[in-house]
């Protein structure tokens, strides 16, 4: 017995819910607004107690939080709402031979692998699997196999990677596991929502209900409601022409019909008002050639529309098959690319980037920030397993007495040597050269665009950009993974153990010992003695007018990339650098690694340089518009700490840092981690 909602309602004695029983759902998720939280374990995962709905990631110096995954419910049209506590609302789920089964659920008859069952939102269909073979020899039939196998993941001539469906009938899925490949139909489950409130997509096999509506008990549970009508325990109905159901103790059960495969294009499909499936015209005689968009095409001829879909000619009908693309969501340490001539995207890991600028500042390979300023010859990194390249830097203290600035670099390579001078500088085996300049086979050296840089790409993968002056960044493919060393790390994916020393020592907790340990070329190859290098550990810089210039990092020069990228290690850097800086403008060289940085993660930032006066070699002040920027954040109630320095009192800030003055102007120690408030400076942070 089926009567209306309405009807039923009326007898209710719930006279409070006057509308219905089913109410319109309200959207509950609320999105995380606030400040951005920094964070220093980079790719690590973030544990946030307030809430189990979000996972959180460290990622580029900030927390990023994502809502947890939750449940399809494109097909739900009646709801739980969530309780207290969980992240997801819940479709109603399906009672089946005593148990409860969460919608969305799929499963086969384990005696007929044929027979198929799929729960959506209260109702059970059941249905018979289909079998699509398209290759004419397939594999025999092993035990709890429904459909055949064809060999070779071909498709109309379309190669199947992941999953595939036919142009002509888009409910057969064919997925290839390896070389293997299986094709299906299953019938569309059965819907909860009236027809008026059903949608089908072009191109996609099922309907699926337009709307969602929380479901209200009211002491309902052994009753269904199917459509606009509610079905008493017992009651047998029909939902379409293809399935005829049953009401029992609250869940719907339809036994449906599943359609055959059809050999012929949609438009010409024909289906009556009281058909169950369409069906193809009556063939005609056999044709031998089939036109497709003017093009004549002989029998059994495949050929391609594009990099996705794939067409094949069968005695005058047009088969074609398209590739079904999987969702892709990337790790931090991946990025998403579409391959040439390939239909989907995939996440490939991105190369290790190990960048030093300034009074040297290290990112290593694994994202661990830190600061050394020895004033010898370093192993950058090198190919520790199969030696198949190295990389040292000269550092130079620039008449200073406890900075350094990375002076040169030299690659090797087998017999080859390129060493990167001052000024953008390039020999080869002691031979200068000019960019551009190829050497085949082997690598090219060529400026930026914006001819600041120089560059050396090489056929190993391995790329170095130097801007002539201190600023260095090494780019490695991932096939170097776990196999390099020296100040840029071990490149694992784990910045934890980053400060391995030439011994195998994990040496956190001592930058100095392990940056030392790398040194090369012995006490010929420093500019200042080593035993002189090592600073007064709790030592500190006090001219601090000059950090006003570091704070253009958190302007709106930068503005768009401090949304992405943190700036607050590079803003220590540069505090560190306006400590001991012969003429002033160090602040320069972190704002150009920021800068770098941000358009290595596709922000663009064309006029930061003339923003800043942070011109290639620049050596004078800011400019008017600069000044109006600082001024903009100020860093006292004096006026004066906003005016330009005149040039006495450039020359008293470089007074300052003579002997004389230490005690009044004393310097930072800065060799080790940055902005670790503990004694030990370990773990550093990792704005990244």
């Not at 009651?235 to 379409?240: C, E, G, R, V």
Request: some cysteine; proline content about 6%; aromatic content about 8%.
């Amino acid at each position: 017995m089926a009567f209306s909602l309405k009807m039923f309602l009326s007898l209710v004695l719930f006279l409070a819910f006057t509308c219905s029983c089913l109410m319109d759902a309200v959207n509950a998720d609320a999105a995380l607004v606030g400040i951005r939280e920094p964070c220093a374990n980079e790719g690590e995962e973030v544990k946030i107690d307030m809430t189990a709905c979000y996972k959180c990631i460290c990622k580029n110096g900030f927390v990023e939080c994502e809502p947890e995954s939750c449940p399809a419910v494109d097909d739900c049209y009646l709801y739980n709402k969530k309780a207290p506590g969980r992240c997801c609302d819940k479709c109603v789920g399906c009672l089946y031979e005593g148990r409860m089964i969460d919608s969305g659920t799929e499963w086969t008859d384990p005696d007929d692998p044929c027979e198929h069952f799929k729960c959506v939102s209260g109702v059970i269909t059941r249905s018979r699997i289909k079998c699509y073979t398209p290759c004419s020899n397939p594999l025999p039939l092993k035990h709890g196999q429904c459909c055949p196998i064809c060999l070779g993941c071909q498709l109309n001539g379309q190669k199947v990677t992941n999953e595939a469906t036919l142009s002509e009938d888009p409910c057969v899925k064919c997925t290839c596991d390896g070389r293997k490949l299986t094709c299906t139909k299953k019938s569309c489950p059965v819907l909860q929502c009236p027809a008026s409130k059903q949608i089908r997509i072009p191109g996609e096999c099922c309907a699926r209900c337009m709307e969602r509506r929380e479901e209200f008990k009211l002491g309902l549970q052994k009753h269904c409601v199917i459509g606009k009508a509610v079905h008493f325990h017992g009651a047998t109905y029909k939902a379409d022409q293809c399935a005829s159901c049953e009401c029992r103790n609250g869940t719907t059960f339809c036994e449906k019909n599943t359609c055959p495969v059809l050999e012929c294009a949609i438009e010409d499909q024909v289906q009556g008002l009281n058909d169950c499936c369409p069906s193809c015209p009556m063939p005609a005689e056999f044709k031998s050639t089939c036109t497709h968009r003017g093009q004549v095409y002989e029998n059994g001829e495949t050929w391609s529309l594009n990099a996705c879909t794939s067409c094949e000619c069968r005695s005058g009908e047009v088969r074609c098959a398209r590739s079904q693309c999987p969702p892709q969501k990337c790790k931090p340490n991946e990025t998403l690319i579409k391959p040439k001539d390939e239909c989907c995207s995939k996440c490939v890991e991105s190369p290790g980037v190990c960048t030093v600028f300034g009074d040297p500042h290290y990112k290593t390979f694994d994202g661990y920030f830190y600061s050394f300023q020895g004033s010898c010859k370093y192993q950058l990194t090198a190919d520790c397993k199969d030696h198949t390249f190295s990389i040292r830097v000269t550092n130079d203290a620039r008449l200073t007495k406890s900075s350094s600035w990375t002076k040169t670099v030299t690659l090797k390579l087998g017999n080859l040597k390129v060493n990167l001078g001052q000024k953008m500088r390039v020999k080869i085996n002691g031979s200068r050269v000019d960019p551009p300049y190829k050497l085949d086979g082997v690598l090219d050296v060529f400026k930026s665009d914006d001819g600041t840089e120089v560059i050396v790409s090489t056929t190993l993968g391995i790329k170095l950009t130097w801007d002539g002056n201190n600023f260095i960044q090494v780019e490695v493919p991932v096939i170097y993974k776990n196999k390099l060393c020296g100040l840029c790390g071990n490149y694992n994916s784990v910045f934890r153990d980053d400060l391995f020393s030439r011994t195998g020592v994990n040496m956190t907790d001592n930058v100095w010992k392990f940056a030392q340990s790398w040194a090369v070329g012995g006490e010929k190859a420093c500019t200042r003695p080593r035993k002189k290098e090592l600073i007064a550990k709790n030592s500190q810089c006090r001219p601090k007018k000059f950090f006003t210039f570091c704070k253009i990092l958190k302007t709106d020069v930068f503005g768009e990339c401090n949304s992405q990228l943190n700036p607050e290690n590079y803003f220590e850097s540069c505090k560190i650098d306006m400590c001991e800086c012969p003429h002033k403008q160090c602040y320069c060289d972190s704002l150009a690694a920021y800068a770098h940085e941000c358009q290595r993660q596709g922000i663009r930032l064309p006029n930061w340089r003339r923003d800043t006066n942070c011109y290639p070699n620049a050596t004078n002040f800011f400019t008017s518009h600069h000044q109006h920027l600082l001024m903009q954040q100020p860093v006292g109630p004096q006026k004066k700490r906003h005016q330009q320095p005149t040039q006495r009192q450039q020359k008293n800030a470089i007074v300052s840092s003579q002997p004389n003055h230490r005690k009044k102007h004393r310097l930072q120690s800065s060799h080790g981690p940055l902005l670790d408030p503990s004694t030990r400076r370990a773990p550093p942070p990792l704005y990244s």
